[in-house]
T-cell receptor, first 112, second 120 residues
Framework: GENVGLHLPTLSVQEGDNSIINCAYS??????FIWYKQESGKGPQFIID?????DKRQGQRVTVLLNKTVKHLSLQIAATQPGDSAVYFC???????????FGPGTSLSVIP | DTGVSQDPRHKITKRGQNVTFRCDPI?????LYWYRQTLGQGPEFLTY????????KSRLLSDRFSAERPKGSFSTLEIQRTEQGDSAMYLC??????????????????FGEGSRLTVL
């Protein structure tokens, strides 16, 4: 079936470097895409979303890029900090259905 | 704390027993979702409510699972005759949908910290 998936299950970066987490999706009906951060023992926390009519959106230290041609989504974290260590999930949603579908996640580890 | 709260945080039970989890969403949120998460995986959608109406159930939700949101506020998720494969984190999330169509859905779900179930 259609699903959201991630290329890299784990990622280690040096503190201060930029991080890039990638995600592939296959559901062309999705209207928006979301990144969530999940710290150990906690529920996922919304980071940023992007709608299908955009290709880039920036937040505080984070940028999401959407390439609909190749069905690829990425999350860029600038100046990665130890507090960014977590599992990051990309997810997709649509106005055609009211649930958010999550991918399998990437674990980001920041090396001090 | 005005976030989503879940109870209990941890539940250990023997196979065959029934368990019930409770979720209290953010008070003004009209949507409530249940997800299940196993180690190393993303949350899997189970069901969701718009106010008190249960609008969708995943195929993952066997007939041993039942969810209710009787007054459109808190929700319960009951698992009957638990099996070891039910061991997981059960996450509740809420959101506010203010209209219809594209602008109504942002994907921003507010999650609780989950209820971890261990079936022995």
């Amino acid at each position: 079936g259609e699903n959201v998936g991630l290329h890299l299950p784990t990622l280690s970066v040096q503190e201060g470097d930029n991080s890039i987490i990638n995600c592939a999706y296959s559901n062309s009906a999705s209207d928006y895409f979301i990144w969530y951060k999940q710290e150990s023992g906690k529920g996922p926390q919304f980071i940023i979303d992007i709608r299908s009519n955009m290709d880039k959106r920036q937040g505080q230290r984070v940028t999401v890029l959407l390439n609909k041609t190749v069905k690829h989504l990425s999350l860029q974290i600038a100046a990665t900090q130890p507090g960014d260590s977590a599992v990051y999930f990309c997810a997709e949603g649509s106005t055609s259905y009211d649930k958010v579908i999550f991918g399998p996640g990437t674990s980001l580890s920041v090396i001090p | 704390d005005t976030g989503v709260s879940q109870d209990p945080r941890h539940k250990i039970t023997k196979r065959g027993q029934n368990v019930t989890f409770r979720c209290d969403p953010i008070s003004e949120h009209n949507r409530l979702y249940w997800y299940r998460q196993t180690l190393g995986q993303g949350p899997e959608f189970l069901t969701y409510f718009q106010n008190e109406a249960q609008l969708e159930k995943s195929r993952l939700l066997s007939d041993r699972f039942s969810a209710e949101r009787p007054k459109g506020s808190f929700s319960t998720l009951e698992i009957q005759r638990t099996e070891q494969g039910d061991s997981a984190m059960y996450l509740c999330a809420s959101s506010l949908q203010t209209g219809t169509g594209y602008s109504a859905n942002t994907g921003e779900l507010f999650f609780g910290e989950g209820s971890r179930l261990t079936v022995l």
